[in-house]
């Protein structure tokens, strides 16, 4: 595998190192250079191979420049994250889950294959992977080492519950992400098995754990807090600390991503904060979502309309702009809001709540 990235990103430069979210920003002239360096088979130059061992500590000073670096392309657009479904089928059911009915279909191998080309086409550099559970799919082990191998930088969103089989583990350790984010749902079996509705998940996700921190992956904790996991929050909190692992804790629970009601009443009332008023964001324009079947969408919450990669391939892509447009629009019981210069609710988020006839006073100033 390629020890160093370089990419185009927006008017700059950037030279990565696969597995590491530090990134080093380079000019114009030295990027030339060391695309011409690839190009002839030179010797890293020397400004390069300082650069590897001050950020990263990798010795390159004796490496020819394309065994040591992947040139990546400037897309045609200014995409340069993403993010990807790769499967809707979990392991657990979680009654809090925004999937609803989690059904395990996606696009065969070669859909998957010719979807991240595109995606790497698009200029994407930084990829999350994400499900349902995306270990348990049994396309992943060769999507995300193909993901690598076109030069993006791999994030995974994960319950865990694989993480202690060996073959999960050498993947991730020979191919390290840049970041892998667990989902916690309590800090006991009782609540956690209760949360997701599995029994033993508690067990195989503190077994996975473990082995994935002995194992030095790169991980941070999401501590998901429910009805039935808010008593536990202090001690998930504590679990976190003890491992000294970067933690973040989400307790907004969102309706299915079809509109549906059915994961509002798990919501903890007493954990509910104030979100910052929505300013904007780049879905659409800088970033895009895919689901299994390799929709296009402008993220996971406006997923209609989309683009259909597999028909309509990358140039398909360049319609988002236009659809992010369309879908922050106010309309319904929120066109005309005096308070919408401070609404903390991007509008595609605010339609899914109106269409499950969540509480308003949840969501809503007006209320």
């Not at 990546?72 to 990807?84: I, N, Q």
């Not at 657990?92 to 279909?105: I, N, S, T, V, W």
């Not at 696009?107 to 790497?120: A, E, P």
């Not at 550099?125 to 995300?144: H, K, M, V």
């Amino acid at each position: 595998m390629h020890d160093l990235i370089a990419a185009p990103f927006q008017d700059h430069h950037l030279i990565l190192r696969p597995g590491s979210q530090r990134a080093v920003k380079i000019g114009a002239a030295r990027y030339a250079d060391l695309e011409h360096a690839v190009a002839t088979g030179r010797h890293l130059p020397g400004w390069l191979a300082d650069v590897a061992l001050r950020a990263w500590g990798v010795d390159t000073a004796d490496r020819t420049a394309d065994t040591a670096v992947l040139i990546r392309a400037r897309g045609p657009f200014e995409f340069s994250r993403a993010t990807w479904e790769i499967n809707l089928g979990c392991d657990f059911d979680c009654e809090h889950c925004y999937l609803g009915q989690k059904r395990f279909d996606s696009l065969s191998w070669d859909g998957k294959d010719h979807l991240l080309h595109v995606m790497r086409d698009a200029g994407v550099i930084w990829l999350q992977i994400t499900g349902g559970e995306p270990l348990i799919d049994p396309a992943f082990p060769a999507a995300y080492r193909l993901a690598h191998e076109l030069g993006m930088q791999v994030e995974l969103l994960s319950n865990g519950s694989q993480l202690s089989k060996p073959r999960i583990l050498d993947l991730l350790t020979t191919y390290p992400p840049t970041k892998m984010s667990l989902s916690v749902y309590g800090a006991t079996a009782e609540t956690y098995d209760a949360v997701t509705r599995r029994r033993g998940a508690f067990q195989r996700f503190a077994k996975g754990l473990q082995a994935a921190v002995e194992a030095g992956v790169n991980i941070d904790l999401s501590l998901i807090i429910t009805n039935r996991s808010a008593h536990e929050a202090d001690a998930m909190q504590a679990w976190a600390d003890r491992l000294g692992l970067p933690r973040r804790q989400y307790a907004t629970i969102s309706p299915t991503i079809h509109g549906g009601a059915e994961p509002l009443p798990s919501q903890s009332p007493e954990y509910l904060t104030h979100r910052k008023p929505f300013t904007g964001c780049p879905a659409g324009r800088t970033f895009f979502h895919v689901d299994p079947h390799g929709r296009a969408s402008i993220c996971k919450v406006g997923r209609e309309p989309s683009i259909d990669i597999p028909t309509e391939g990358l140039t398909g892509l360049a319609r988002l702009g236009s659809i992010a447009d369309s879908l922050m629009l106010r309309t319904g019981g929120c066109s005309g809001c005096k308070l919408s210069g401070t609404c903390r609710v991007c509008r595609p988020m605010a339609k899914l709540l109106q269409t499950a006839k969540a509480p308003p006073h949840t969501y809503c100033q007006n209320a």
